[in-house]
């Protein structure tokens, strides 16, 4: 519909920006937005981003502030220490960390995830996925510690967890194993929820992670385990419980596949 709707409950829109059915790149109009990031003031982000491929940012009432490309065109972005595309190639998903000032968007079809800070706009990493073909769908930070969750889908299925120095200390899945992962969220008690399409399914993973991650020590996620190994994740179109997963996750022996290129030094491997 090209637009974006802030609701006071489930039925009742108390904001509506854009225009219904008319694409557009104004400061009132977006084409296909992907996701939405809220702040604890009511500021938020838009990732304006299969058309437009901007970040733009609201006030609380909706009045437009500013927007932005990966390369600085906007007002609040300089043009400073980006490698490879000068500009977002479709922006999948946005989260932010208020701890850290940070706001993390998914650049899907660029491979990467590139992080700002949410007020100057000033690029502090880009974390950039594995070159033979693997795109970062969704990122979100833990309400609760500085860790950063990602997932990744193309030659492997694979979700990350990063400190807050953007160190990826930990790979997961699930078994069987994830198909077309699109989005994830992270719930206050660590457990991690992925949701696929195709296969319209929820993964809840329990995560066992905590401020130790921040100092480089990975940690496993696993996924809770169902009475019946027959059971799998969660069908979208059925009752079932989401704690009905299958299998367990742990922390890959292989080199991760994300690296982190800083805004103001040279590539860096994660480890």
Same mark, same amino acid.
């Given at each position: ?14 904001? %509506? @920006? ?26 938020? !982000? ?8 901007? *970040?733009?940012? !609201?006030?609380?009432?909706? #009045?437009?502030? $500013? ?5 600085? $065109?906007?007002?609040? @972005? ?9 500009? !977002? ?24 995830? &590139?992080?700002?800070?949410?007020? $100057?706009?000033? &690029?502090?990493?880009? *974390? =950039? /996925? ?17 860790? &950063? ?11 990350? %967890? ?9 790979? +997961?899945?699930?078994?069987? /194993? ?5 989005? &994830? ?9 992925? /949701?696929? *399409?195709?296969?319209?399914?929820? +993964?809840? !993973? ?15 996620? %696993? ?8 059971? %799998? ?16 996750? $742990?922390?890959?022996?292989? =080199?991760?596949?994300?690296? #982190? ?11």
């Amino acid at each position: 519909m090209h637009q974006v709707f802030k609701f006071e409950d489930e039925k009742t829109a108390a904001l %509506t @920006l854009g225009e219904a059915f008319v694409p557009g790149s104004d400061p009132s109009h977006f084409c296909k937005p992907a996701d939405v990031a809220v702040l604890s003031d009511g500021r938020f !982000f838009v990732a304006d981003g299969y058309c437009n491929s901007r *970040i733009v940012r !609201f006030d609380a009432d909706g #009045t437009y502030d $500013t927007e932005w490309k990966a390369a600085g $065109t906007g007002s609040a @972005l300089p043009t400073v220490g980006l490698k490879g595309s000068q500009s !977002f190639s479709v922006v999948h998903a946005l989260t932010v960390s208020e701890d850290l000032d940070v706001l993390c968007a998914a650049d899907r079809e660029n491979r990467r995830i &590139l992080c700002y800070n949410y007020e $100057t706009g000033k &690029l502090l990493a880009q *974390i =950039s /996925g594995d070159e033979s073909g693997d795109r970062i769908f969704s990122v979100a930070f833990s309400p609760t510690s500085s860790n &950063l969750f990602a997932i990744a889908q193309g030659t492997s299925t694979t979700g990350y %967890t990063l400190d807050s120095q953007y160190r990826v200390v930990d790979e +997961w899945n699930s078994d069987p /194993g994830m198909v077309e992962p699109h989005t &994830l969220a992270v719930a206050d008690d660590g457990s991690v929820y992925v /949701g696929e *399409i195709g296969p319209n399914r929820v +993964w809840k !993973f329990q995560s066992s992670l905590s401020s130790s991650v921040a100092e480089g020590t990975a940690r496993a996620l %696993t996924a809770t385990s169902a009475a019946s190994r027959n059971s %799998t994740a969660v069908e979208a179109n059925t009752t079932s419980s989401v704690d009905a997963v299958v299998g367990s996750v $742990t922390a890959s022996a292989a =080199s991760p596949v994300l690296q #982190t290129l800083p805004a103001s030094s040279s590539q860096n491997s994660l480890s």
